[in-house]
């Protein structure tokens, strides 16, 4: 079940300095929404705080309400752990654990968090590489390491780890910075294929990416170095990229500006 | 304007021709004959020493040589290049040649007892014109108190490190780190009389009758003292490399902070932190002195270390080359073969086991 996700003047900060400033979106369940924007802008921040990722750094701290359907998840009995496993996390690198092979990857969040049954195990880690469009390229090498494979595989690893314990909403933080034109495709295609299942929110640098995969796009910005971060327009992605209605978004996206 | 246009005038970026004469391995070998030949001539012919000082006079000369034939065929850059390199070939095999020389002298010498005698027997009743008498009972000792050591020790150590890198923020984890510096400096001497005091003198007579008692146990705490500061200075610096991107992957998973530090974070630095405990046993197992305070030492075999007199291995060759009779020595050199060959094997086993843990590439 994908979920609905709601924030409204959320401010994040690091220590006293503050990275974005009351931030108000509302995210529609089984879309894909693109987070874009100048570098340093606090979209990799926002991001952070909706699976409350932000906080594991020292001295974060956050403002605001976030909801995934009407629950805050910033209320004092939230368990942070259920949060996560809620709204799962693509990296711009991949991590994959390098103790553990790609089987083992794959099936590490449900293991860890209790699943013993053999059978599951099997099941879930072929769902979801299929689901990943890494099955046919690894499904002979299950138990290689993790960290033997390409770039773009390991990325695709990595999302298929995300969605092997079947979160509601799937976070994207620049997942195909790293990688090759051809990666990036299979895990454009992939985005669309998950969107049936999942909420997707993507932070992209890559615009024509933007464009193309998503339903809604915000487009962050900072009027100079060292102030926060804001939402400077939310709409769909057909009105940003043709009709915006702020200045500034009309800059960046034609080049102008950032 | 194409990129070699705008290069600035003066500075040269591409050479006209990339062909360099290469000194030929015979002329090197030539240098080196010669410059052996001119310290021998030298130092011989003035007699001012023997073959020591013409190997070192003839090293130095065949890098002064080197560097002078090298710059005349390939030129200044090419020359430094050589002069540095066998510079630190040099300073390699200077580092290389004590151990070997360690090791040849404690094999060579070590060898004479090596006997089913020596490792069956006990020194009791030994007298000083007996030529038998063995380290049974000191083998015995190491492995017990070592190993005791050992338990008390890693848990805590590690523990301790987790503590620090993971949990530990703010004027408590900084005096933790502070204490653990410290207590790295301490000589073993004063971890030994710290035991005396503590342990045999003041809680050992509740367990005896009101008399304080020597014990395997006694030396245990000792060396677990030691190796305390030593497991969680080196785990500390193998649980920071690893990354914190790979805690981030597994909270974003939902997995818990204990279970992503036991199964995600600990396994990653698991060889390092092996190669870190390891030297601390290595290091352990060679004291002396707090196993002489506490333990108190002891010629028969004695399998309880939590009642009476124990020997180690350490001290079993401390007290040998010290003894007057003339069989001693021979079985201290065999008890010092004995325990660097235990420390070897550990290591190596362990080593085994933790890369059995990790996939290999």
């Known amino acids: 079940m994908a979920k609905r996700i709601e924030a409204s003047n959320v401010s994040s900060y690091y220590g006293s300095f503050k990275a974005i400033d009351s931030i108000s979106m509302t995210v529609e369940p089984k879309t894909i929404t693109a987070l874009i924007g100048p570098s340093g802008c606090g979209k990799s921040t926002f991001l952070r705080s909706i699976n409350r990722m932000h906080e594991v750094l020292p001295n974060a701290r956050i403002e605001g309400r976030l909801t995934i359907d009407e629950q805050n998840i910033y209320d004092p009995d939230v368990d942070v752990t259920a949060v996560r496993r809620l709204i799962g996390m693509v990296f711009q690198r991949p991590n994959p654990f390098p103790t553990m092979s790609i089987y083992e990857n794959v099936v590490a969040g449900l293991k860890l968090n209790g699943v013993k049954k053999k059978s599951a195990l099997d099941d879930a880690a072929e769902q979801s590489l299929k689901s990943a469009n890494l099955w046919n390229e690894v499904k002979d090498r299950l138990n290689r390491p993790g960290a033997g494979l390409s770039g773009g595989q390991q990325q695709r690893l990595c999302i298929a780890r995300t969605i092997a314990v079947e979160p509601q909403v799937v976070l994207m933080d620049e997942p195909c910075s790293a990688l090759d034109p051809i990666s990036t495709l299979a895990i454009e295609d992939l985005m669309f294929k998950l969107k049936d299942r999942f909420t997707i929110i993507i932070v992209t640098h890559n615009m024509q990416q933007a464009a193309r995969v998503s339903d809604k796009t915000g487009f962050f910005s900072i009027d100079k170095t060292g102030d926060p971060g804001r939402l400077i327009e939310y709409d769909d992605t057909q009105k940003i990229f043709s009709n915006p209605t702020q200045k500034k978004t009309e800059d960046y996206i034609t080049g102008r500006f950032g | ?361």
């Open chain 2, 1 to 361: 304007m194409s990129l070699l246009d705008r290069e600035l005038s003066g500075v040269v970026m591409t050479p006209d021709n990339i062909r360099t004469k290469k000194l030929s391995l015979v002329a090197n070998l030539g240098v080196a004959v010669a410059a052996l030949l001119v310290s021998a001539a030298l130092v011989l012919g003035l007699g001012i020493g023997n073959w020591v000082l013409v190997v070192v006079l003839g090293w130095a000369l065949y890098l002064v040589g080197l560097l002078y034939v090298a710059g005349r065929v390939e030129g200044r850059r090419a020359a430094r290049n050589r002069a540095w390199k066998s510079l630190i070939y040099s300073a390699c095999i200077l580092a290389i040649l004590p151990l070997a020389s360690v090791v040849w002298t404690l094999v060579s010498k070590g060898v004479g007892r090596l006997d089913g005698d020596f490792f069956g027997t006990s020194m009791n009743n030994i007298g000083a014109r007996d030529q038998n008498g063995g380290a049974y009972h000191a083998i015995i000792g190491t492995l017990e108190q070592v190993g005791i050591a050992a338990l008390i020790a890693v848990p805590l150590g590690v523990l301790g490190a987790i503590y620090l890198v993971e949990y530990g923020r703010g004027k408590f984890a900084g005096t933790v780190r502070f204490f653990v510096d410290v207590m790295t400096g301490i000589p073993s001497i004063v971890a030994g009389l710290f035991i005396l005091s503590f342990w045999v003198l003041i809680v050992s007579p509740w367990f005896n009758d009101g008399q304080p008692r020597f014990s395997g146990f006694a030396a245990s705490l000792a060396l677990s003292v030691l190796m305390l500061p030593t497991i969680v200075r080196s785990t500390e610096e193998m649980l920071r490399l690893v990354p914190g991107p790979l805690r981030e992957g597994a909270y974003a998973l939902g997995v818990p902070q204990w279970k992503t530090i036991l199964k995600i974070v600990v396994p990653t630095a698991l060889p390092g932190i092996v190669t870190g405990v390891m030297l601390a046993i290595a290091r352990a197992a060679g004291e002396t002195a707090p196993v002489l305070l506490v333990a108190g030492g002891a010629a028969a075999i004695n399998f309880d270390p939590f009642n009476g007199n124990q020997s180690s291995l350490a001290l079993y060759v401390y007290q040998q080359a010290g003894d007057a009779s003339k069989y001693a020595p021979a079985r201290a050199w065999t008890a010092a073969l004995t325990l660097v060959t235990i420390v070897l094997i550990l290591t190596i086993a362990a080593k085994m086991l933790a890369r059995r843990n990790s996939l290999t590439r």
